[in-house]
């Protein structure tokens, strides 16, 4: 059974077309000789004769009859056009509105992001779930909103989170009328503030008593600072003054529960020493007391939780992450400072969540107690998800909390605890004996920012209670679901429910679209499959017609225009056969259908098969067998030329290279561009033969058959270039002028060879980059190390490499190193050292100035346009030096016995160290300037490297100790290797010359985790003491290599201590609200009609 298994591994591959073109070649030549074209000779020429194809995965182009690979198979698709997947068909539509639509009607909406609004969303939030303060602002009057731009806006947001079929609202217009930016983050506490500042002024226009003091009726309460004399025990006068707040700011730093910043809120503190109060009864200043008592209590009370503190070392601000516990109910009873013999008891009904590390960035959210379902919701901008019946998610009988990014904080100070990412909730007994509940749940969280607790009215206590102003004001809860669902006002109405029309009518257009769009598709689909399925011509007999394919493609796959078959007709308007891989033949029946629906054309059928084209492409194929013919002939005798095998008869020139390049290149059926040309190498600028010496004038002589092939082909290429094409016979004279030209050239080429020769011999250790020795004796003279460098390298070229620039000449030179001003050298003198009983110039591959001998400087002279008398005298005279200075340094030199005996003659005045004195003087004043200009250049760099080594010991390894003391040139090569060491670390690290100490050891601490105050920064030997100065000051360049070592004294703690949340080198005011609507005094009235646009 597995012998009868069909083969299936060339099932795709094309076959060869040897045979098929060697039968169509004989066609033509057939077609050729008797003159007459036959229907078999149509059917072979057009390929009509090969069968129907099936089941290949691609359309082949070289068979008319084959209709695969148009459309994909039933079960596929394609990535565009007609047979895209009708997923990827729908979404091409655009977005379904219907998505955007809320899940169920008890589901809150959230607002859209602008980019940074989160805080403002968050807080609009809270304030919207709220039922008293929602009701207060639709009852507002329609013409105090026209006069409100502000209040207008956010009853508009408020209808629209409570009406809207929406599951987001759009917050720009609101947010644009408070002219807040998009792009920066604030704190949600000081816009909450801001907000109920101006949205007092805003209803204090109202003439409904509801909405007038709304905002002061639900937040605001009273507190005192007193302040009590330990002595007579009398308060101070201020503290009988009664001040407003709207929410309690706690401190978090070191406290774990909302009890314990109550307490730290009320704490009493002493007044003593220096702090003492001057009591005004005692007369003196005595010892007191001073507290915060809290005097009345708001509906709904707001707890700030200071989690952002300052740091003064870094004037910047760092976030707390400490966990934090509170209760779900609050009992403030006893924090009341007259007491209260009843209950008051509060419910959490919102958590403010602020997630990230930073102060000044993260994200804020919200989570939010439905006061009518009890059910707790999380507003994340657009997102909102319902958290059951806890605020961190879960129900009644699983604490578990819902996710946050705050890692997951500990806490054991209640009872049985469930933490999960960052929030966990507790279950601890209640503190007040006369509580229905027998417990009171408690949650942590490391990132609530601001805590919302609504009063509760008890069943025994009155459903009103007195304010600080004496208003009654109905409690916030009991509320009916009726009532939280109570419809809104005429004018507020009217703009929600045409909002909602338009929606609708959106998703309703849409799914109108999506239907005709697939609906029209899936007909295109039918169409296509069944005139794909009638396409192929059965018999040769019957009638048939001719289409484009690409045509025929673009109609399988998208919706195109009428029939277009002028890409396959030839010149006499016939179906060309040279576009036989380019059409489809189709039946009948198929043209049929397809050309009653599109039209076009032109019709091109069996009989339209183009005769004449056939009789020129078989002339074609006639010529260009014979071209091929005489080509091969031709190349045998091309290569018996240029293997020097001379035939009898007239011979000719043509070029050597251009003949090799003919030979091998392909035969093919007509001349080329390559033909081209065959003695325009030959050829001088003077019309004659160019010389055989001259550069790539190699020739060779070729039979006169050979070469009248060649200007044959050469002149059918390119007819206008007869230069290319010159005729040389085997007796052409080479031009006369070029031949002198050449021997000139060539004598100036001998001569030059001969001066080059001479300067390496007349200066031998120059041209060798050899120093020489110095005698005291005798005379030198300095060159610029520049100019010998431009001079070696020209002397020292030859060959290929005999394109080295000549130097500059001497005398130019040597005015180049003069001041103008004081006629004296620009450059200081070499130094030079003893070694090895001579003297040498120090460091000549560096120095500016390299010294030269005085016969060395007179032959420079003769040769370089050079003034003997001009040049640099360079005279060596010594100082009695130090024993220290007599050698140089060790660096320089190592110390033996020798050197000690050596020293010892020095210290009796018997050696002296060299000193080279220049004729004219060094003019200390212009280089003084010059680099003084050029050190600040260097100083003032940006965005350059320098690398810092972590030394792990008290002293550095000797290699970086001394590339770390060592000046760093910026032009100098450095090594790129990197040498490993066990005792050292490196780090290379961007800076600027403007970049502090302070900075440079911040990205230290980084890269390193050395604390700042733990790290010794050294230069070389140097330490660099100080944070306040930058790189530039100590001369610390780019390239630099500096040391550090870590001291271990101070403890290691982390960097986000020292770091603000921006960028080191980036001082970032903290604008806050400055320039908006709400730190602004204008009147809310006097903002332009343009806020309702």
């Known amino acids: 059974m597995g012998n009868n298994r069909p083969t299936t591994r060339s099932k795709n591959k094309r076959s060869r077309n040897d045979d098929n073109a060697e039968a169509t070649a004989e066609t033509f030549r057939r077609i050729l000789s008797t003159g007459q074209v036959t229907e078999d000779d149509i059917n072979q020429l057009y390929m009509v004769w090969k069968p129907i194809c099936q089941g290949c995965r691609v359309n082949t182009k070289d068979n008319p ?40 009607p008890d589901s809150p909406a959230g607002l859209t992001n602008l980019g940074a609004t989160c805080y403002a969303n968050s807080i609009l939030q809270c304030l919207y779930m709220n039922r008293s303060f929602r009701e207060g602002v639709f009852s507002v009057e329609p013409e105090v909103l026209r006069q409100q731009p ?183 009873a006893c924090r009341l400072s007259e007491g209260s013999q009843s209950e008051l008891l509060y419910d959490l009904s919102a958590v403010l969540i602020h997630k990230g590390a930073a102060v000044n960035s993260g994200h804020y959210i919200a989570h939010i107690k439905d006061e009518s379902t009890e059910q707790w919701w999380e507003f994340d901008d657009e997102l909102v998800s ?66 919302m607790y609504v009063r509760r009215s008890s069943k025994n206590s009155s459903d009103w209670h007195d304010n600080s102003d004496g208003q009654k004001l109905e409690t916030v809860t009991n509320i009916s679901a009726a009532q939280l669902n109570s419809p809104l006002p005429p004018h507020l109405s009217e703009e929600v429910e045409l909002f909602n029309a338009e929606n609708v009518n959106s998703c309703k257009e849409y799914k109108l679209k999506k239907e005709c769009e697939i609906n029209r598709i899936t007909e295109r689909r039918q169409e296509v499959r069944s005139i794909l399925s009638e396409a192929a011509a059965q018999s040769l007999d019957k009638q048939y017609f001719w289409i484009s394919s690409e045509w025929l493609r673009h109609w399988a796959d998208s919706i195109v225009s009428s029939i277009d078959n002028t890409p396959i007709q030839c010149v006499h308007g016939k179906v060309s056969v040279a576009k036989v891989s380019s059409m489809k033949r189709l039946s009948a029946e198929a043209w049929t259908m397809i050309f009653s629906k599109y039209n076009g054309g032109p019709t091109l059928c069996k009989d339209d098969c ?131 030209e ?70 130019s030179i040597i005015n180049s190193l003069m001041c103008e001003k004081h006629s004296k050298l620009l450059e200081r003198p070499p130094d030079v050292i003893y070694k090895r009983g001579v003297i040498l110039q120090k460091a000549p591959s560096t120095d500016a100035l390299t010294i030269i001998a005085e016969d060395d400087w007179k032959q420079f002279s003769e040769d370089w346009g050079g003034v003997e008398a001009k040049g640099i005298l360079a005279e060596i005279a010594s100082n009695i030096c130090s024993e220290e200075e007599l050698f140089g340094s060790c660096e320089e030199m190592p110390i033996s016995e020798d050197h000690i005996y050596m020293n010892n003659e020095a ?59 060592n000046v ?72 630099d290599i500096l040391w550090v070592t870590d001291s271990e004294i101070h403890e290691n703690r982390d960097i986000a201590d020292e770091l603000s949340d921006e960028k080191m080198d980036i001082e970032k005011l903290e604008e806050g609200f400055r320039g908006t609507l709400l730190a602004s005094n204008i009147s809310p009235q006097v903002v332009s009609e343009g806020c309702f646009n």
């Open 65 to 104: 009859n084959c209709f695969c690979g148009l459309i994909p198979p039933p079960s596929g698709s394609r990535k565009s056009g007609l047979w895209q997947k009708t997923s990827e068909i729908v979404h091409s539509l655009g977005p379904d509105p219907s998505k955007d639509l809320r899940l169920s």
């Open 150 to 332: 502000v209040l207008d806006r956010l009853a508009r947001l408020f209808a629209q989170l409570h009406s809207s079929k929406m599951a987001f609202v759009d917050s720009a217009p609101f947010i644009q009328t408070l002219e807040l930016d998009n792009g920066v983050q604030q704190d949600s506490h000081e816009f909450l503030t801001l907000l109920f500042s101006l949205l007092e002024r805003c209803l204090s226009q109202s003439k409904v008593l509801k909405s007038r003091t709304i905002v002061q009726d639900l937040f605001r309460g009273g507190v005192s600072h007193v302040t009590t004399c330990s002595k007579c025990g009398k308060e101070s006068e201020a503290s009988a003054k009664i001040e407003d707040f709207y929410e309690l700011e706690l401190n978090v730093k070191g406290l774990k529960t909302l009890d314990e910043s109550l307490d730290d809120y009320l704490s009493i503190e002493e007044l003593q020493g220096d702090n003492q109060y001057y009591c005004c009864s005692c007369a003196t200043r005595v010892n007191a007391t001073r507290s915060i008592k809290l005097r009345s209590l708001p509906a709904v009370l707001n707890f700030q939780l200071k989690r952002c503190v300052f740091l003064p070392n870094t004037t910047t601000k760092k976030k707390i992450t400490s966990a934090f516990c509170f209760p779900g109910q609050l009992n403030m």
């Open 386 to 451: 319902n958290l059951g019946q806890q605020p961190f998610g879960g129900n009644s009988s699983n604490s578990a909390a819902k996710s946050s990014p705050a890692e997951p904080v500990e806490f054991s100070s209640y009872g049985k605890t469930d933490v999960k990412d960052g929030h966990d909730t507790d279950t601890a007994q209640s503190n007040s004996d006369s509580s229905s509940n027998n417990h009171v749940k408690s949650f942590s969280s490391s990132d609530a920012y601001m805590l």
């Open 610 to 740: 183009c005769k004449d084209c056939l009789f020129e492409v078989a002339r074609t194929m006639a010529n260009a067998d014979n071209y091929r013919d005489q080509r091969m002939l031709m190349r045998d005798i091309a290569e018996a030329a240029l293997s020097g095998e001379c035939r009898d008869g007239e011979l000719y020139f043509v070029s050597k290279s251009w003949l090799h390049q003919w030979v091998r290149r392909k035969i093919i059926d007509s001349p080329c561009e390559g033909d081209a040309g065959p003695t325009a190498s030959i050829r001088c600028p003077h019309g004659g033969l160019l010389p055989e010496q001259a550069t790539g004038a190699k020739r060779v002589l070729v039979p006169e058959a050979l070469w009248q092939f060649l200007h044959k082909s050469a002149m059918t290429v390119k007819p206008d270039d007869a230069e290319g094409c010159s005729t040389f016979s085997s007796d052409s004279e080479p031009c006369a002028q070029c031949s002198i």
């Open 742 to 811: 050449l021997t000139e050239v060539a004598t100036l080429e001998d001569s030059l060879r001969e001066f080059k020769f001479r300067e390496r011999q007349c200066h031998e250790r120059l041209a060798m980059n050899r120093s020489i020795s110095i005698n005291p004796c005798s005379r030198y003279y300095l060159l610029p190390s520049s100019w010998l460098s431009k001079w070696r390298s020209y002397i020292n070229a030859t060959g290929k490499n005999n394109a080295a620039t000549e130097p500059e000449t001497l005398c």
């Open 907 to 965: 210290i009796n005045g018997e050696s002296r160290r060299p000193i080279i004195r220049t004729t004219p003087e060094v003019c200390e004043e212009c280089i003084g300037e010059r680099e003084s200009c050029e050190l600040m250049q260097k100083l003032n760099y940006s965005n350059e490297e320098i690398c810092v080594c972590f030394v792990r010991g008290k002293e550095p390894p000797k290699s970086i100790l001394e590339a770390s003391g």
């Open 968 to 1039: 760093m040139d910026p032009s100098r090569r450095t090594s790129k290797r990197s040498r490993k060491s066990t005792s050292t670390n490196s780090k290379k690290l961007s800076v600027s010359g403007s970049t502090t100490v302070y900075q440079l050891k911040m990205m230290i601490w980084e890269s390193f985790g050395i604390v700042k105050e733990n790290q010794i920064l050294h230069k070389g030997s140097r330490t660099i003491e100080g944070e306040s100065a930058c790189l530039a000051d100590l001369n610390i360049f780019p390239g």
